[in-house]
């Protein structure tokens, strides 16, 4: 079976904090994403990565950079936490482009204050 | 560009009672693939069923059948006999080419509550 974990299920910072939220896969999947979810607006892509230190702007990529420096690992970084980035984070994985099934982690619930 | 549109926010049935989820799509592509995935109060997203665009056939499993029909651009979800643990949110989804990638483009989901 697929794994995508994810490093914490409940985040609490403080505005102007440097937050890192990181993703695991572990079947050497090449494509890693990172979502948001709000209520009514379902999930909005935020960065994405097809290889090791590539990355790919998503939809609303303001305010968030991306590190994947191996290939199971991608991390969503907000530089400095504002009130509007609390939100449900997703993270999620697929094989390849041809394989393209994304598999998602249990999601990181960020409230900043 | 790719869309998505579900436009049944919230659904609720009686234990028991069948239940279709209808999603509509747009898109250019002349291949893609369509996606459900079930979102339990867990949160964790859980992929039920990918579809390619040359495969119309319709699909079964047990209590789940989902209905693609190229020429009305739908991928409509149908829970037969609902039961209490099928209370989620449903989100249908559909592939866009990116380089190196491809993304998905999400529907808003819809969220159904199956009362005993």
């Known amino acids: 079976d697929v794994k995508v974990t994810q490093s914490s299920r409940y985040l609490v910072k403080r505005t102007g904090e440097k937050v890192f939220l990181e993703c695991v896969q572990d079947?050497?999947?090449?494509?890693m994403f990172w979502y948001r979810q709000d209520p009514g607006l379902g999930l909005r892509l935020i960065y994405f990565?097809?290889?090791?230190?590539?990355?790919e702007k998503g939809d609303i990529p303001e305010g968030y950079s991306v590190s994947r420096e191996k290939k199971e690992r991608f991390s969503l970084i907000l530089e400095s936490a504002s009130t509007n980035q609390t939100s449900m984070y997703l993270c999620a994985s697929s094989l390849s482009p041809a394989r393209n099934t994304q598999y998602f982690g249990p999601g990181t619930r960020l409230t900043v204050l | 560009a790719q869309k998505v549109t579900q436009a049944q926010t919230e659904i609720s049935v009686v234990e028991k009672e069948d239940v279709t989820l209808d999603c509509v799509y747009e898109?250019?592509?002349?291949?893609?693939?369509l996606f459900w995935y079930k979102q339990p109060p867990s949160g964790e997203l859980v992929f039920l069923i990918r579809r390619n665009s040359f495969d119309e056939q319709n699909e079964i499993s047990g209590r789940y059948s989902w209905n693609f029909q190229k020429s009305t651009s739908s991928f409509n979800f149908t829970i037969t006999a609902s039961q209490v643990v099928d209370s989620a949110v449903y989100f249908c989804?559909?592939?866009?080419?990116?380089?190196?990638?491809?993304?998905?483009?999400f529907g808003q989901g819809t969220r159904l509550t199956i009362n005993p």
């Open positions: 989804a559909l592939s866009e080419n990116q380089q190196g990638a491809q993304k998905l483009v």
């Open positions: 079947m050497d999947h090449e494509n």
């Open positions: 898109t250019r592509d002349t291949t893609y693939y």
């Open positions: 990565s097809y290889d090791v230190k590539m990355k």
